[in-house]
């Protein structure tokens, strides 16, 4: 029933500089924190940043001083500012929501929603 939308991924040189949308919409008690992780091929999943509800970040190492979080918490909405873009950073980013909503599979409360992905290539 959830859905996370997300838009901004492209191709942009070394140096460059791209802005990540993701937008959850549907029923959701709670966002509790939402954030970006990222997949290169024959690579594991890895979280690049993350912002809770009441806005404290993290962020992975490779990616400070460059990358920015920030949400919306009206709209649901993270946003991921990427500056300063490797060749490194090419992977498909994907979208995450931790929530307080109910899981009939738990039978509790606590679900986790993802987008479909977007991929983000940097390259010459």
């Known amino acids: 029933q959830v859905q996370l939308v997300e838009s901004g991924g492209g191709l942009v040189q070394p140096g460059g500089s791209l802005r990540l949308s993701c937008a959850a919409s549907?029923?959701?008690?709670?966002?509790?924190?939402m954030g970006w992780y990222r997949q290169a091929p024959g690579k594991q999943r890895e979280l690049v940043a993350a912002?809770?509800?009441?806005?404290?970040?993290n962020y992975a190492d490779s990616v400070k001083g460059r990358f920015t979080i920030s949400r919306d918490n009206a709209k649901n909405t993270v946003y991921l500012q990427m500056n300063s873009l490797k060749p490194e950073d090419t992977a498909v980013y994907y979208c995450?929501?931790?929530?307080?909503?109910?899981?009939?599979?738990?039978?509790?409360?606590?679900?986790?929603?993802w987008g479909k992905g977007t991929l983000v290539t940097v390259s010459s």
């Open positions: 995450n929501a931790d929530t307080s909503d109910y899981d009939p599979s738990k039978s509790d409360y606590g679900m986790d929603y």
């Open positions: 549907g029923t959701i008690f709670s966002i509790n924190a």
């Open positions: 912002i809770t509800s009441g806005g404290s970040t």
